[in-house]
Structures are given as structure tokens and as C-alpha cells.
């Protein structure tokens, strides 16, 4: 039996949750799936609007659209882009320019193949052979460190720019970059991310978390670890001695949390 959750948590400090999320079965075929995740920035003005917005509007496009259509990869990954760009067109004619945006990262599974999209430095992951893997790339300043060997990626936290993205839903038009990963439907779960569990939570504690919960539970525990557990964090000596920049220290909730799983067997 496959199994899709959604959670999604304000966080202990911000005002309002930015952050939205969605699983859903097509209603014509149930083993096609779509999630998502979109995390409203919370430095412009309605964040949480352009992260509803965006997914509203994805989630009566796949509604209304022909399971065959969706099970053609190729097709599906060419339309999706489209949509994509008309609603950061949307939201920059709505609310004009440099005011609202929002990250996106979501999963379309279909009889052949996973086809991921992201804009923006929410997470895609899959779960394969007791690994956790990364399948997006974060769209941000601090990525490349990490891309190009300068540092580990659990060190990405550290950097005070961490939140500075380079692309995103929204704003402006040059904004607006999509990326698209497809990979085959043998893995054990597709686990979708907001910065505000990963930029808390390393893999490696995923990974843990995965590993001892109850499937039921695992969503839950990843959420609830990212908001309410104090995880003790030190910047590394090897980054002050490398002396790249201004660095802070994440805390418990400082950010909406939000994710969404699939589990093919539970």
C-alpha cells in the first residue's frame, strides 16, 4: 500500500506560515502523484501569497489534465515549464515587481518515471537502498561552495547568506530559472523539503530519522525534530579558519517547516 503525507509547521518565532504543500492521487489515476512544497519568502511582501498562488494553480492544472498526457514525460516536463513561467508572470502583474515570491520544488511520479522541478533552495530527495539522495540542486549564493568543493554541505548552513537565493517564483521575470531532474521509480520514498528543516537538520539526521520511525511517523518526526529539537549545533573550526565570511548559528523553529512523502510500501 503507497502512502502520501503532507506537514507543515509555523516554526516557534515567525508571525505566519509562508510555506504550503500538497500530495495528491490524480483523480482519474490514483498511482500518478503529484507533491509539492513552496516556501513564500519572508523577506518580500506576501510571501504566503505567491506560495498559494503557485500551488493552487498547479494542482488545477493536474486535476484538469489527461492521464496520458501526464504519463508522457517529455510532454508534461515542456507544459509544466510553460505553467511555471505564466504564474511568476502572474504574481509579478498581481503584486508587480520585487514584492512577492516563492520557492518551488515538487515530484510528478507517473507509470514510467519521477519528473522533479525546482526554482529556488527548497529540497527534493529520494530514499534508494537505505541512502538518502539529494536530487534537486539549491538555487543560491552558498551552493556553489559546496558545488565546487569549497565546503561540505551540511556547512551551507553556517553562511549568513544562506537564505539569499537565485532564483525563485515571482519577483522578476529574469528570476524565474527552472530546473528539471527525471529519474526512474525504483526507489523506496520521494521526500520533498522547505528550508526550514533543512537548513536545521542534516541529511545524515534524515537519513537517522527515516531509518528508527514508523513509516507513518517519518514525515512527522522530520518536522517535529526541524521545529522543536534543540540539535546542538557548532560552527566548524575548519570554516572559521577558512574565514569565508560572516557566519551564525541555526536554531530550533527559526523558519517555517514544511515537507511532503511518498512511500511506496507501508
Known amino acids: 500500500m503507497k502512502l502520501i503525507q503532507t506537514e507543515t509547521n509555523i516554526g516557534l518565532i515567525r508571525q505566519k506560515n509562508e510555506d504550503a504543500v500538497l500530495a495528491i492521487n490524480h483523480p482519474k489515476q490514483k498511482d500518478i502523484i503529484l507533491m509539492v512544497v513552496a516556501d513564500g519568502m519572508g523577506g518580500k511582501e506576501h510571501g504566503e501569497l505567491a506560495s498559494n498562488y503557485t500551488i493552487k494553480t498547479i494542482e488545477k492544472w493536474f486535476k484538469e489534465k489527461d492521464p496520458k498526457t501526464l504519463n508522457n514525460t517529455n510532454k508534461t516536463t515542456e507544459l509544466l515549464e510553460k505553467l511555471i513561467y505564466k504564474i511568476n508572470e502572474d504574481i509579478i502583474n498581481k503584486y508587480h515587481e520585487n514584492h512577492s515570491g516563492t520557492t518551488l520544488c515538487m515530484a510528478l511520479i507517473n507509470k514510467n518515471n519521477t519528473l522533479f522541478m525546482n526554482v ?108 522543536n529539537i534543540d ?36
Open 120 to 227: 529556488g533552495d527548497s529540497r527534493a530527495y529520494i530514499y534508494k537502498n537505505k541512502k538518502l539522495i539529494q536530487v534537486s540542486e539549491d538555487d543560491s549564493d552558498v551552493w556553489f561552495y559546496y558545488k565546487y568543493g569549497a565546503c561540505k554541505k551540511d556547512d551551507l548552513r553556517y553562511f549568513f547568506n544562506n537564505n539569499i537565493i537565485t532564483a525563485c517564483v515571482g519577483l522578476t521575470k529574469d528570476l524565474c530559472k527552472v530546473s528539471t531532474y527525471t529519474v526512474e521509480n525504483d526507489y523506496d520514498m520521494v521526500l520533498l523539503f522547505t528550508d526550514g528543516v533543512t537548513d536545521i537538520i542534516t541529511d545524515k539526521k534524515i537519513l537517522k530519522l527515516i531509518k528508527k520511525s514508523k513509516k507513518r511517523s517519518i514525515l512527522a518526526n522530520i518536522i517535529n525534530e526541524a521545529v
Open 231 to 266: 540539535q546542538n549545533l557548532k560552527i566548524p573550526f575548519r570554516l572559521k579558519r577558512k574565514k569565508y565570511s560572516k557566519y551564525i548559528l541555526p536554531f530550533k523553529g527559526r523558519d517555517n517547516a514544511s515537507g511532503t512523502i511518498y512511500i511506496k510500501d507501508v
